[in-house]
């Protein structure tokens, strides 16, 4: 879920500055200028925007990918308060030999 919001939130990240690559042509004879001067502020507002997408990101999956999972998986939970239902027990293939 966190990989996907990483993803998701990259994916944006990238688009937004590319867009503003494509308009802001005019201030590329000052980028150097730009940023010596205001890189640290870039690196700051470029790094509160990819965690706000990221947090927004992250509260969309988890409201619409995790939406039914309390019920899907509440007979996992009736399991684990019923003292008699036990497990399955996995075989490693080293137990065997």
């Not at 688009?15 to 205001?38: D, H, S, T």
């Not at 509440?74 to 027990?89: C, E, G, N, T, W």
């Amino acid at each position: 879920m966190v990989a996907n919001a990483l993803l998701l939130s990259l994916a944006l990240l990238l688009a937004i500055a590319f867009y503003l690559m494509g308009e802001l042509k005019f201030l590329a004879p000052y980028r150097v200028f730009l940023f010596r001067e205001y890189g640290w502020a870039l690196a700051i507002f470029f790094g509160g925007l990819f965690l706000n997408l990221l947090a927004g990101a992250f509260v969309l999956i988890r409201k619409f990918f995790l939406k039914d999972t309390g019920r899907k998986l509440s007979h996992i939970d009736k399991q684990f308060h019923l003292r008699h239902a036990d497990l399955p027990v996995q075989f490693d293939e080293e137990e065997k030999n």
